[in-house]
């Protein structure tokens, strides 16, 4: 994953250089990342169906509690209107103060979507971020597994900065 920090790279395959300590927002998708992987790894498990069961849920509940921590974790900063988890454009997790959820789930769902399919065509590889600058607010899309997450902030919020701790 490419850092939103700016002029530096990071996480899977891009260790912290040694006086950098990794992102606060970086840790957080790294995390999910890892919780989604092991969410998809416990419904691929064959085996007792009771059991099966209950590592799937167990699995799915440790997501969906980061998942929704970290979502209101990031509204709380200052500068950030609102927060969106989506899949397949429906909403799994919000937080923050936004009128229309489902709208900011569908354009994050969308946008991605299409630019996965332009960064296949320009040889980009696995599109992994993305942010949408308009006249009065930006909109920064994390791919989390199947599913997007959307940050929308004011323009001029320094999402690196604000969400770096």
């Known amino acids: 994953m490419s850092s939103i920090r700016s002029n530096t ?5 891009y260790p912290p250089t040694k006086d950098e300590s990794p992102h606060w927002l970086e840790r957080q998708i790294g995390q999910l990342h890892q919780l989604f992987a092991r969410y998809m790894q416990a419904r691929a498990q064959p085996g007792n169906e009771a059991r099966d069961d ?14 929704d921590s970290t979502l209101h974790a990031i509204a709380a900063h200052d500068g ?3 927060c969106v988890a ?8 919000q937080a ?8 900011l789930a569908a354009v994050s769902e969308d946008s991605f979507r299409n ?16 942010v949408i600058i308009g006249a009065e607010h930006k909109l920064a899309l994390f791919r989390i597994g199947g599913l997007v997450l959307g940050i929308l902030s004011p323009r001029r ?7 770096s701790r």
């Open 9 to 13: 790279m990071s996480g899977p395959g």
């Open 54 to 67: 209950r590592a799937k849920s167990a699995a799915r509940s440790e997501f969906t509690a980061m998942l």
């Open 80 to 82: 950030i209107t609102a």
């Open 86 to 93: 989506t899949f397949e454009g429906l909403v799994l997790a």
């Open 96 to 103: 923050g103060a936004l009128p229309d959820f489902e709208a």
């Open 115 to 130: 630019a996965m399919r332009g960064g296949d065509t320009i040889a980009l590889g696995p599109v992994e971020q993305m």
């Open 157 to 163: 919020t320094p999402l690196a900065t604000t969400l």
